[in-house]
């Protein structure tokens, strides 16, 4: 079955700091890969997909992510985090197959100044 | 573009009552809508797939009966928390695609609380 780890569960840094939050699924298949945000009190927001091409994927707010067929990874990345960064972190994979999109656990991210 | 809809955004019912939720994506015809509920403090459980104008598939575990799924338009799909119990407190969050442009999006989330 498709699934989806992200191994931090809970990040602090501090302001400035560099950022790097795992994700890795499991599934064979061709796949469409998604990080979300949820800030506090709010809904889902796409941060970055990919769907094909550059496996380097540029988002909002200065995120991005590498898609790593070989590793069945996606990795979120921000190389000088802000306060208003603290948040919830989601990744999640869509199979062609199945279309259905699957959640990972979440890591909270908190960043203080 | 991709905006979604959801009404109402928070809930409160007594115990033993139906809760209908709408999700509707305003500029695009969603040929796929999926619902999801978040405990506290964790992640998005898929509950079920709907597509318009056939039955809705839902994820094992997840009752049929007590979550009444219809999705009788391209732009609108319900969720129905039927007889609904303390335990079915939690955040439904939809989100809906466009099957021809592949866009999606989530909808704004309704927080329900059962009393």
């Known amino acids: 079955a498709q699934s989806v780890s992200q191994h931090n569960h809970h990040v602090i840094l501090s302001e400035a700091a560099s950022l790097e939050l795992g994700c890795n699924y499991s599934y064979g298949g061709t796949v469409n890969l998604f990080w979300y945000v949820q800030y506090p009190g709010q809904h889902l927001q796409l941060l970055l997909k990919y769907f094909s091409g550059d496996p380097l994927v540029k988002g909002i707010k200065g995120f991005e992510a590498e898609f790593i067929k070989s590793k069945f990874s996606f990795n979120l990345r921000k190389p000088s985090v802000q306060w208003s960064d603290t948040a919830e972190y989601f990744c999640?994979?869509?199979?062609?197959?199945?279309?259905?999109?699957?959640f990972g656990t979440g890591t909270r991210l908190q960043v203080f100044p | 573009g991709a905006v979604v809809s959801q009404h109402p955004s928070w809930v409160i019912c007594k115990s033993g009552t139906s809760v209908k939720i709408e999700c509707r994506s305003l500029?695009?015809?969603?040929?796929?809508m999926f619902w999801y509920r978040q405990f506290p403090k964790q992640s998005l459980m898929l509950m079920a797939t709907?597509?318009?104008?056939?039955?809705?598939?839902?994820e094992q575990g997840v009752e049929k009966d007590k979550f009444l799924i219809n999705h009788a338009s391209l732009t609108l799909s319900t969720l129905t928390v039927t007889s609904a119990h303390p335990e079915d407190s939690s955040f439904y969050i939809c989100?809906?695609?466009?099957?021809?442009?592949?866009?999606?999006?989530f909808g704004s989330g309704t927080r329900l609380t059962v009393v």
């Open positions: 709907s597509n318009e104008g056939s039955k809705a598939t839902y």
């Open positions: 989100s809906a695609r466009d099957g021809g442009q592949g866009r999606g999006s």
């Open positions: 500029d695009f015809q969603a040929t796929t």
């Open positions: 999640a994979v869509r199979s062609y197959n199945t279309d259905k999109l699957i």
